[in-house]
């Protein structure tokens, strides 16, 4: 029994162990299986990280948006200049598999080195700079449709608005796609490019400019050609579009992987979700060339042919373009266009019988000849029934005789542009007693002698056209304004009239009526309005320059005369240095300089995620051996 037992003893002992070194046969097997099994369901994985078989194509893309013919480098109104944009287009493209340079509208009009020769001088900066294609804005077209069209084949840039038709159902650019082959290690990754213009566009240049044209709805039109170049092999879909609402466009719209945008005049690197679920990302690049959008597209191309797309955007503005060189042959062309240029502001474009009074002091006081002309001159080219033009905004008096395309520049050197606004007769008149405040404010200042005493707003005082005014200073403020006459008529507080103002004025401060106001129209701008009226010939500048559009009576009855509004002692608005670009409101930077927003396509992300799961389970499997082990030695 005692041997017995002692062999029981000892084949149990035996057991143990036996049961010991299977269980760490066990934990080595299932650790091994976890691992190659992970391994066995994951693809082999370059060495730059991908797929084996996949290929990665590094593509740059360079973005600009409402320009308005900013291309000379201006530190006052922080223009980073095209010569500087050229320059940093070529830096930051360098050593890229594939490059573009795309527009999204409102390029060729806006400043007198354009106007001159009706957008030529921008067609060819673009040219010297390399752009690809572009999408038309609603003041591309105030040169007309003809003239557009020619300043594409100027620019050698390929004009992408598909949704705009011709009467017959044919599109009017030569193209409406544009499609770019990258090939790389024996594959090739077709990009297509298409533009959209919103049909609101045709409703904001002079009609005539787009007389004709059918204007169709952007976001159906966008379905169609995303689809069809899908259809056609495109790997990658751009859309450039200039539009009211860029991200409520995008999110209708499947088949785009990224939407260039314009109009706005913002900052915007954005996802949007479109109806089959995917991303689909946004981006606008400021206004004014005050920035440049600077686009990272990582397509990565698997053995199946499928891609996916990683987005990845720097803002550069004026500050950090200052780190970039300029091209010095876009430099060259700049420099030529300005010589060229000064030979057409002598050109002549009517003759004036009377001095036209522009004198700075004179406009902010009172009513002149040279503010007759100018609202004259938005009447005629908008049909509108009253027109104001802000006292600021004349910078220069026009001498009597000949008057060349220089001496409307210098009236009316900024650029800006006519629109118009719908506002009853009783908000016309609140503007009225606005200005009449100011002017009497400027009038004291006038008579002190002292510059510091001029008010911040005397630029802010109206000239008026299409109306007749009669006022009494000696009035209260809110009463000084007696009548207001349209063609006989007093106008009707209730009823609505069509004003033509330049868009600063539009937006002004002191005038919320104006500002509040939705818009109606979109025109040239105010130099060319101007030009259009002196080429009327003299007899219409005559008839102009004679109007008396603001009449000072006195009132039968009148009132003892309250406090005025005081006189606002200030820092001076400064000829020189009056710019209403810089007083307009400013558009908020979302990016500061250099700062780069990211975002991930859910395919791309997921195999990232997927090989971060393997480590988990890996360092998991092993903490369990140890444990089974260390269990089994207790």
């Known amino acids: 029994m005692w041997i017995t037992n002692v062999r029981f003893i000892k ?11 299977w269980n760490k046969v066990t934990v080595l097997l299932l650790t091994f299986g976890i691992v190659f099994g992970l391994f066995g369901v994951m693809p082999v994985q370059a060495q730059d990280g991908t797929a084996s078989g996949s290929t990665i194509f590094d593509v740059k893309i360079v973005h600009t948006n409402d320009i308005h013919a900013r291309v000379e480098e201006d530190d006052y109104n922080q223009v980073i200049g095209m010569d500087r944009l050229s320059g940093i287009a070529q830096t930051f493209t360098e050593g890229a598999d594939g490059s573009l340079m795309l527009d999204s509208g409102d390029t060729f009009h806006g400043q007198p080195i354009a ?25 591309d077209w105030s040169y007309d449709k003809d003239r557009l069209k020619e300043l594409g084949g100027i620019a050698n840039v390929k004009i992408l608005s598909g949704n705009i038709k011709n009467t017959d159902g044919t599109s009017l650019f030569d193209t409406d796609a544009l499609v770019k082959e990258i090939t790389k290690n024996g594959k090739t990754l077709k990009i297509g490019v298409f533009g959209v213009s919103d049909p609101e566009m045709k409703n904001k240049t002079t009609p005539s400019n787009v007389e004709g044209l059918d204007f169709q709805d952007a976001v159906a039109y966008a379905k169609r050609e995303a689809a069809t170049l899908k259809a056609e092999g495109c790997d990658v879909v751009i859309a450039l579009s200039h ?18 945008c314009g109009h706005e005049h913002i900052e915007l690197s954005e996802s949007v979700t479109t109806p089959d679920g995917s991303k689909t990302y946004v981006s606008e690049s400021g206004h004014y060339l005050n920035s440049v959008g600077l686009i990272d597209l990582t397509c990565i191309m698997d053995e199946d042919g499928s891609v996916h797309v990683d987005y990845e955007k720097t803002s550069v503005d004026y500050e950090a373009a200052q780190n970039y060189p300029k091209d010095a042959s876009v430099t060259d062309v700049l420099d030529t266009i300005k010589a060229e240029n000064e030979t057409a502001l002598n050109r002549v474009i009517g003759t004036s019988p009377v001095e036209l009074d522009g004198v700075w002091e004179h406009i902010r006081i009172g ?17 509108a029934d009253i027109a104001f033009e802000n006292a600021g905004g004349i910078r220069a008096s026009i001498a009597a005789g000949t008057v060349t395309y220089g001496d409307v520049i210098n009236v009316s050197p900024y650029g800006n542009y006519v629109v118009t606004k719908k506002l009853t007769g009783a908000q016309i008149k609140e503007m009225l007693e606005s200005s ?7 009038i004291v200042a006038n008579d002190s002698g002292e510059w510091d005493a001029w008010p911040n707003d005397s630029g802010s005082y109206l000239q008026v056209g299409g109306i007749v005014v009669r006022f009494d200073p000696a009035q209260p403020a809110g009463a000084r304004v007696l009548s207001v006459q349209k063609d006989g008529q007093e106008l ?17 401060d002191s005038y919320p009526q104006l500002a509040d106001a939705a818009e109606v129209g979109e025109y040239s701008c105010c130099e060319e309005l101007l030009i259009q009226f002196f080429e009327q010939g003299s007899d219409a500048v005559t008839a102009s320059a004679a109007k008396q559009n603001m009449i000072q009576t006195t009132k039968e009855t009148v009132e003892p005369e309250q406090p005025s509004v005081p006189v606002t002692p200030s820092v001076p608005e400064q000829p020189s240095k009056e710019q209403p670009e810089a007083a307009k409101t400013e558009v908020k930077k979302e990016q500061a300089s250099g700062t780069k927003t990211s975002v991930k396509s859910p395919k791309t992300a997921d195999s ?7 480590i988990l389970l890996l360092l998991s499997g092993g903490a369990g051996s140890i444990c089974l082990v260390q269990g089994n030695r207790r």
Request: with cysteine; aromatic share 6%; hydrophobic share 35%.
């Open 608 to 614: 990232n995620e997927l090989f971060c799961w393997m």
């Open 115 to 139: 106007t001159l020769v009706k957008g030529e001088s921008v067609a060819k900066l673009m040219k010297a700079c390399g752009y690809d294609a572009m999408t038309t804005g609603n003041h």
């Open 11 to 21: 084949g149990r002992s035996k057991m143990k162990k036996l049961k010991k070194q």
């Open 492 to 508: 009707d507080d209730t009823k609505e009239y069509t004003v033509a103002v330049n868009n600063y004025l539009a937006g002004s």
């Open 243 to 260: 539009t009211l609402d860029p991200k409520n466009v995008a999110a209708q719209v499947d088949g785009v992987d990224l939407w260039l």
């Open 436 to 442: 009449l405040t100011i002017q009497k404010n400027c």
């Open 367 to 383: 009513q002149t000849n040279l503010g007759n002309v100018i609202t004259d001159a938005y009447l005629l080219a908008t049909g």
